[in-house]
């Protein structure tokens, strides 16, 4: 028997939501965070991306600017991407500088 089948590219796994979510959702699973693709109704099959470049929300204000390169985490209790690491899942590399007043910052996901 083989030790692995291919299954898919994996950009994209298959997610099925408990209640309605939205497209630009960011949902997280265990340590896998993923973005909704398109809107999707409860309990229906649609599709979380895992890989690709989003602009994630972020807070703004003194001292929350994001540096090209650094490590970017989802912080789900407050629904913004940020650089600190403890208590927050890992979603990518900032791949363009945010300053304080940005309120977004552009992440390429590395799930």
């Known amino acids: 028997m083989a030790q692995a089948t291919f299954v898919q590219e994996g950009n994209a796994i298959d997610y099925t939501p408990g209640a ?8 997280v699973i265990g340590e896998l965070v993923g973005v909704v693709k398109t809107p999707i109704a409860a309990n229906a099959l649609g599709a979380l991306a895992v890989r690709g470049v989003f602009d ?34 890992l979603i990518g590399k900032c791949i363009q500088a945010a300053v304080d007043a940005d309120a977004t910052v552009r992440v390429r996901m590395l799930q």
């Open 20 to 27: 309605a979510v939205a497209a630009g959702d960011v949902i």
């Open 56 to 89: 994630f929300a972020k807070a703004t204000g003194v001292g929350t600017a994001i540096t090209a390169g650094a490590n970017c985490y989802w912080d789900d209790t407050n629904n913004v991407a940020t650089t600190t690491a403890a208590g927050n899942k």
